[in-house]
T-cell receptor, first 114, second 114 residues
C-alpha cells in the first residue's frame, strides 16, 4: 500500500539548534514531494515542494529539504530553529503512481524550548 | 487575497442530523478535495473533484457525499452523521498541473458528532 512514514511523532529542539525531520515514502519512480506546516487552529501551509531537477529544494521560512531517491527519503531541515517554528509538520507524496491525491504522513509535532 | 474558505469552522451536532460543510475558493482552481485529519493518521482524502460535475472517491468516502455544481464551490455533505465522523476537516484546491496536487488549504472545520 502507498504510505508515507514520518518516524518521529514528537521532536523537541532548543531555540537556535538545527532541525531535521524525517520522511520516507513507500514507492514511486517520479514522486512529487511536499512538506506542509500546520500551526494550532490553522490550515496547512506549503513549505516547499519537489517535482524534478535539483534534489535540494529551498522553501519558505528558511527551510530546505533534500530528495534522496536511493533512500526514498525527503527530509526537512533548518539550520537554526526559532520559537515560532513550533507546529506540526506533514510530509506528503503525490504523482502518477499515487493517482489524483496526496498521501500524507502522520505528522511530526515540533516543540521548541528556549 | 487567494483563499479557500470553509464554513462553519466549528460544529457540534447529534447523530443522524444532516449537515453540510461549505468550501469555496477564489482562485479559479479546477481541482478541489476534502480531507479529514485524525490524530496519528495524518490527512486522509475523502472525495475529490477534477472539475465541475466531476467527482470521485478518495480513501475514506463512506458516509460522505459531495457535489461540484460550480467551479468555486465544493460542499461536503454528511447525510446521517455518526460519532466516528468526529474529526477535523480540510478543503483544498489547486490548478490542474503537476499531478493536480492540492496546495491551498482552508483553515479547517472541527466537527463533533454526539
Amino acid at each position: 500500500a502507498q504510505s508515507v512514514t514520518q518516524p518521529d511523532i514528537h521532536i523537541t529542539v532548543s531555540e537556535g539548534a538545527s532541525l531535521e525531520l524525517r520522511c520516507n515514502y513507500s514507492y514511486g519512480a517520479t514522486p512529487y514531494l511536499f512538506w506542509y506546516v500546520q500551526s494550532p487552529g490553522q490550515g496547512l501551509q506549503l513549505l516547499l515542494k519537489y517535482f524534478s531537477g535539483d534534489t535540494l529544494v529551498q522553501g519558505i521560512k528558511g527551510f530546505e529539504a533534500e530528495f534522496k531517491r536511493s533512500q526514498s527519503s525527503f527530509n526537512l531541515r533548518k539550520p537554526s530553529v526559532h520559537w515560532s517554528d513550533a507546529a506540526e509538520y506533514f510530509c506528503a507524496v503525490g504523482g502518477r503512481e499515487y493517482g489524483n491525491k496526496l498521501v500524507f504522513g502522520a505528522g511530526t509535532i515540533l516543540r521548541v524550548k528556549s | 487575497e487567494a483563499q479557500v474558505t470553509q464554513n462553519p469552522r466549528y460544529l457540534i451536532t447529534v447523530t443522524g442530523k444532516k449537515l453540510t460543510v461549505t468550501c469555496s475558493q477564489n482562485m479559479n482552481h479546477e481541482y478541489m478535495s476534502w480531507y479529514r485529519q485524525d490524530p496519528g493518521l495524518g490527512l486522509r482524502q475523502i472525495y475529490y473533484s477534477m472539475n465541475v460535475e466531476v467527482t470521485d472517491k478518495g480513501d475514506v468516502p463512506e458516509g460522505y457525499k459531495v457535489s461540484r455544481k460550480e467551479k468555486r464551490n465544493f460542499p461536503l455533505i454528511l447525510e446521517s452523521p455518526s460519532p466516528n465522523q468526529t474529526s477535523l476537516y480540510f478543503c483544498a484546491s489547486s490548478k490542474i498541473d503537476r499531478g493536480h496536487q492540492p496546495q491551498h488549504f482552508g483553515d479547517g472545520t472541527r466537527l463533533s458528532i454526539l
